[in-house]
């Protein structure tokens, strides 16, 4: 059974920093590309960022580029995400999936884990 278990989620303020962690199991997690999504209230599911298998292409979506930045270790069947000058509309539930292709990331939810939350605030 495949299953991603989110962490790292908190509260933080304006401009500083967190990081994600999703570690997967199940699946070969070293043969898969990997995304990060995030939802806030109300809100449709959002792609920020693709990695590939190997950890040596990334991709991230204009509203994050420069600021997040989506890292693994297949020696611990992990993915990461580290998020820098963060901002209030960075507030949202954060999950990694089990793929590379933003569309599939955004519509599929059983390929998610079930989340951690970023909450942004002075």
């Known amino acids: 059974e495949v299953q991603l278990v989110e962490s790292g989620g908190g509260s933080v303020q304006p401009g500083g920093s967190l990081r994600l962690s999703c570690v997967g199991s199940g699946f070969v997690f070293s043969s898969d590309s990997m995304s990060w999504v995030r939802q806030a209230p109300g809100e449709d599911v959002e792609w920020i960022a693709r990695i590939n298998p190997s950890g040596e292409y990334t991709y991230y979506a204009d509203s994050v580029k420069g600021r997040f930045t989506i890292s693994r270790d297949n020696t611990k069947n992990t993915l990461y995400l580290q998020l820098d000058a963060l901002k209030t509309e960075d507030t949202a539930m954060y999950h990694c999936?089990?793929?590379?292709?933003?569309?599939?990331?955004?519509?599929?939810?059983?390929?998610r884990g079930p989340g951690t939350q970023v909450t942004v605030s002075s």
């Open positions: 999936s089990k793929t590379g292709e933003p569309s599939v990331a955004v519509l599929v939810k059983g390929i």
